[in-house]
Antibody, heavy 116, light 107 residues
Framework: QVQLQESGPGLVKPSETLSLTCIVSGDSINNYFWSWIRQPPGKGLEWIGHIYYTGGTSYTPSLKSRATISLGTSNNQFSLKLTAVTAADTAIYYC??????????WGQGTLVTVSA | SYELTQPPSVSVVPGQTAIITCSTDKLGSKHTSWYQQLPGQSPLLVIYQDNKRPSGIPERFSGSNSGNTATLTISGAQPLDEADYYCQAWDSSTYLIFGGGTKLTVL
């Protein structure tokens, strides 16, 4: 069974860089898209972007200038960096496995708060 | 770019059929998925490629997509189906987009 687990700091200061890692177990990175999605408290879902196992990436236009998704050095993790964060970036961040445009497995999510 | 429009809320009594819509221009030409999010939990895929159910999803969940509207139908809705539901669309030339979500109440 595929499992995904997000990890990273729960508190980030304004203007700094948010960094999260997703550890994948029960599967390898190969042959799938690997996405980051976020959800501000009490609000809806926002797709941030994804990376294909070959390294190709795609991002939602509103975050393209600040977001970077990369593969880890081992074959079971990928990461998100979001620069110049503000309070509007406070959200639960999820990682997920994607195929043919569908997000079939999700992590449990991690809350990141942007505050001084 | 485009937006996916969902009704903010849908309410049914137990046993009734719940219908949740998702709309944008030419949505029928894109692949759609639906996710169920119970309070405090991660989203769960319930429909993919417009009308396919993942293993373990009850048969009462079904989907369709034609023209400008995709529909999630829950036949014989139960109190345990009470959740937020999100549609999501994708085509090979664009990125993934979520609808704003629909709160389903079953009481």
């Amino acid at each position: 069974q595929v499992q995904l687990q997000e990890s990273g700091p729960g508190l980030v200061k304004p203007s700094e860089t948010l960094s999260l890692t997703c550890i994948v177990s029960g599967d390898s990175i190969n042959n799938y898209f690997w996405s980051w999605i976020r959800q501000p408290p009490g609000k809806g879902l926002e797709w941030i972007g994804h990376i294909y196992y070959t390294g190709g990436t795609s991002y939602t236009p509103s975050l393209k200038s600040r977001a970077t998704i990369s593969l880890g050095t081992s074959n079971n993790q990928f990461s998100l960096k979001l620069t110049a964060v503000t309070a509007a970036d406070t959200a639960i961040y999820y990682c997920a496995r994607g195929e043919a445009g569908t997000l079939s497995y999700w992590g449990q999510g991690t809350l990141v708060t942007v505050s001084a | 770019s485009y937006e996916l429009t969902q009704p903010p809320s849908v309410s049914v009594v137990p046993g009734q059929t719940a219908i949740i819509t998702c709309s944008t221009d030419k949505l029928g030409s894109k692949h759609t998925s639906w996710y169920q999010q119970l309070p405090g939990q991660s989203p769960l895929l319930v429909i993919y490629q417009d009308n396919k159910r993942p293993s373990g999803i009850p048969e009462r969940f079904s989907g369709s997509n034609s023209g400008n509207t995709a529909t999630l139908t829950i036949s014989g809705a139960q109190p345990l189906d009470e959740a937020d539901y999100y549609c999501q669309a994708w085509d090979s030339s664009t990125y993934l987009i979520f609808g704003g979500g629909t709160k389903l109440t079953v009481l």
